[in-house]
């Protein structure tokens, strides 16, 4: 599971003076921006700390990170590696001109497409609409030559243009890459590639058929597999060596073998080992064992590779491949040890039925890490927090690792720096100033709390299944994890454990969430658009929630001011009773399975849009420079070697442009064939 960044982080964003220097620390975070997106860098302080053998350990998982681009892009859509290398081949071979309103816009297009690992908006999944014309795209194509394209059969040029030109051109085409609109064949209207020619319920049974009744250590099936018929039969071609998606897989393999020897101990090269193992076999078993071992590893240099997380498949059971390699922050950490070794202290005094809560937390193990770099489904998008691995009997027998990326928090809030959205959408001075004073403390500690207790708490009662909350699971988790935070930071045990310095602190962090669920998130819903991706959806269920239910006490209100409208919080006591009532209700329609309260939740305040307060959001919001959404480019990594070719070094540098990157990327790290069927 994967804490997602909000719509800002919050602490420094208010000093009002725009010329007030972006950072303070010398550093440019800002790369470029286009369409809807900022581009950043993120620093990786300590690594020079780290030990050579430390040092080595990184760069090879790093390498086996930056193997598996391509097989997101495949994953995300069977035409992507086909569009991004054509239109890259243009990009870097076109002689015309180059300076024109069409090129400058295939320029944009194709950029969408770095950031989004495909021709679908990485949030919204909706398909990217191209301003440049199909009649100038054919021509641009046709003049370069055919070596420079990927070609299906030699010099076909019109077979290429005839696949990929309604897949670009014509909105109805694959229009949508994840469809959760209830009430369709999920699959059939998702433009993702991990189905083929199957119906959903010709999935579902596919799937359901595999389940072993009482089994207590199920695999997670179908989770590195695309699912094809062929010939009538259902068939899964199993993401392994050998298998689909082998020639990234060896790439892999083969410097996970070099990390497996370097690692910092046996453990983790047992951990390393096994991935590798499970690369070979794809036997699912393997994962999960690789899973236990990997969640009962604490080294300082850690890091997560394979099919994760389930987001990108409309019934959530096909993992999408992603990597994030990363060493633990150890000062920083201690915030988070205390919360662990708290852990049963706080699942004991949770405000839920204790019928549902967990009579010993097992294992909760939370760092704050540096990540060393994003890769796959983390890049160039790239969550803040994560806590896996997410098959829940082994986080109910194992327990899980959590972690807050303390890096890339910081580099979107000094990135933030002055940027007019506080003076814009906040209430009143005191607010702005809680949240100048405390904001980026209680957003990580909201992140910490939310990964690290938030998602390990509570149980299943016996007997209820774990999909029995079906396509509204990723949202009801995500705001169970979420409630659990927020009734916490408000807690005495906060300034008890020294976590914050007073009772006020927690106020920014409500004020802030209510502000965004009601209103400042909706910046990123396109107009007539309803709330589809789950964190947001939890957000804004949670707010629109407690504005109802604490209307009589005027505990929540959206007010008026010189024709603007404002998040206004009267009364946080109450607001954290509601709090607390609001998690009894979500946890107890996971411990028990209560699709249709799930459902009712959901719907009746997770999805809506109030079409008017958007409207005014999106006016609001589009007078200030900022960009809805942020991604980052990676550091480059460079192993400085001897005379016989040992590595003596290895050097970080931030100096890498966001094309240049993928370029780079896209020359010595896709080894896919264009056309995998
Ligand atoms: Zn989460």
């Known amino acids: 599971m994967k804490k997602l960044i909000g719509i800002m982080m919050t602490a420094t964003l208010l000093s009002a003076c725009a010329d007030t220097p972006k950072t303070t620390d010398n550093f440019d975070y800002t790369v470029e921006q286009f369409a809807d997106l900022e581009i950043l860098r993120y620093r990786v302080p300590g690594f020079e700390n780290l030990s050579l053998q430390q040092k080595k350990l990184v760069y090879y998982l790093t390498e086996a990170a930056l193997q598996g681009r391509d097989i997101l892009f495949d994953q995300n859509g069977k035409w992507n590696l086909a569009i991004r290398r054509t239109l890259e081949a243009i990009y870097t071979e076109y002689e015309g001109d180059r300076d024109n309103a069409e090129f400058k816009a295939l320029e944009k297009y194709l950029k969408q497409v770095w950031f989004a690992n495909g021709i679908h908006h990485h949030y919204s999944t909706d398909k990217f609409t191209p301003e440049f014309s199909q009649a100038y795209f054919e021509s641009a194509v046709r003049s370069l030559p055919a070596a420079a394209l990927p070609l299906k059969e030699e010099g076909n040029v019109d077979e290429l243009l005839g696949d990929i030109c309604p897949v670009i051109f014509n909105p109805d085409t694959l229009c949508k890459r994840v469809n959760q609109e209830a009430g369709t064949d999920l699959i059939a209207t998702s433009a993702c590639n991990y189905y083929d020619g199957v119906t959903q319920a010709e999935a579902e049974a596919f799937y359901d058929a595999m389940k072993v009744p009482g089994d207590t250590m199920p695999i997670s099936y179908g989770l590195n597999s695309r699912l094809v018929k062929r010939d009538g039969r259902l068939i899964e071609q199993v993401y392994r060596l050998g298998g689909r998606y082998s020639e990234a897989i060896e790439k892999i393999i083969y410097w996970l073998d070099k990390a497996a020897e370097v690692a910092e101990n046996d453990h983790q090269r047992e951990v390393i080992s096994t991935l590798s193992d499970y690369y070979r076999s794809g036997d699912l078993k393997t994962f999960d064992q690789y899973a236990v071992e990997w969640v009962t590893d604490h080294s300082q240099v850690d890091f997560v590779n394979g099919f994760t997380e389930v987001y990108g498949d409309p019934i959530g059971l096909k993992g999408s491949w992603e990597s994030i390699v990363n060493f633990k922050d150890i000062e920083a950490s201690h915030r988070t040890e205390i919360i662990s070794a708290n852990a049963q202290w706080f699942e004991n005094n949770s405000p839920i039925d204790t019928a549902f809560k967990k009579e010993e937390v097992k294992g909760v193990s939370a760092k704050v890490i540096t990540a060393a770099i994003l890769a796959g489904d983390c890049y160039p998008s790239t969550p803040i927090g994560i806590n896996l691995p997410n098959a829940d009997w082994i986080r109910h027998i194992h327990g899980s690792k959590s972690v807050t990326i303390e890096n890339i928090t910081s580099a979107y809030d000094k990135a933030a720096q002055g940027n007019g959205f506080g003076e814009e959408f906040i209430w009143s001075d005191k607010e702005r100033k809680l ?91 396109v107009p007539g658009k309803d709330i589809e991706e789950s964190h947001m959806r939890n957000r804004q269920l949670i707010a629109r929630w407690i504005l109802e239910k604490g209307a009589d006490d005027k505990v929540l209100e959206i007010k008026t001011r010189d024709g603007k409208r404002y998040v206004v919080v009267n009364d946080y006591d109450k607001m954290r009773t509601l709090i607390g009532e609001l998690l009894a209700e979500v946890q107890r329609i996971k411990s028990t399975g209560d699709y249709e309260a799930g459902k009712a939740l959901v719907e009746n305040y997770g999805v809506k849009v109030d079409r008017d307060l958007h409207a005014e959001v999106l006016e609001r919001y589009g007078k200030l420079n900022i960009k809805p959404y942020k991604g980052f480019v990676n550091p480059v990594y460079t192993a400085v070697t001897d005379a016989n070719g040992e590595i003596t070094d290895v050097t970080v540098a931030y100096d890498e442009g966001y094309a240049e990157q993928m370029l780079r990327y896209s020359t010595d790290y896709s080894h896919l064939p264009t056309y995998n069927d």
């Open 435 to 525: 949240i100048n004073e405390y904001g980026f403390l209680v957003d990580n500690l909201h992140t910490d709390l939310h990964e690290c207790l938030g998602h390990g708490s509570g149980k299943l009662l016996p007997g209820t299944s774990p999909d029995a909350l079906r396509s509204y699971s990723s949202a009801l988790e995500e705001t169970r994890a979420d409630l659990f935070a927020l009734y916490y930071l408000a807690d005495d045990k906060m300034v008890e454990l020294g976590l914050l310095p007073n009772k006020e602190a927690y106020k920014a962090e409500y004020y802030r969430y209510m502000m965004n669920g009601l209103m400042t998130q909706l910046m990123r819903i």
